[in-house]
């Protein structure tokens, strides 16, 4: 049964950083691409981050490139976003996703639970 399980999240200071965990099962993580979407209260969720498998290609929303990084440990089946520099608008509840093939251009099969970031002085 696949599982992804977010972890790291939490209230932060504008300007801070927080690192991201998610923590797969049920599948090989090296043949999947992995994304991180977000959802803000009272809007759609957006895509922040991708990293496939085929290559390590990484893929970053506009509103994040400079400020985040996403890298994969396949020995440990767990896939990280490291976020800095994190502003009020980086609030929302961060999910972990599965793509159903190894490229990010692949559709989203499989969904985590989500993790709070909340950002705020």
């Known amino acids: 049964q696949v599982q992804l399980v977010e972890s790291g999240g939490g209230l932060v200071q504008p300007g801070g950083s927080l690192r991201l965990s998610c923590a797969a099962s049920g599948f090989t993580l090296d043949y999947y691409a992995i994304g991180w979407f977000r959802q803000a209260p009272g809007k759609e969720r957006e895509g922040v981050s991708c990293i496939s498998s085929s290559d390590g290609s990484t893929y970053y929303a506009d509103s994040v490139k400079g400020r985040f990084i996403i890298s994969r440990d396949n020995a440990k089946n767990t896939v990280y976003l490291q976020m800095n520099s994190l502003k009020p608008e980086d609030t929302g509840v961060y999910y972990c996703?599965?793509?159903?093939?190894?490229?990010?251009?692949?559709?989203?099969?499989?969904w985590g639970q989500g993790i709070q970031v909340t950002v705020s002085s």
């Open positions: 996703a599965r793509a159903d093939g190894s490229s990010c251009a692949s559709p989203v099969g499989s």
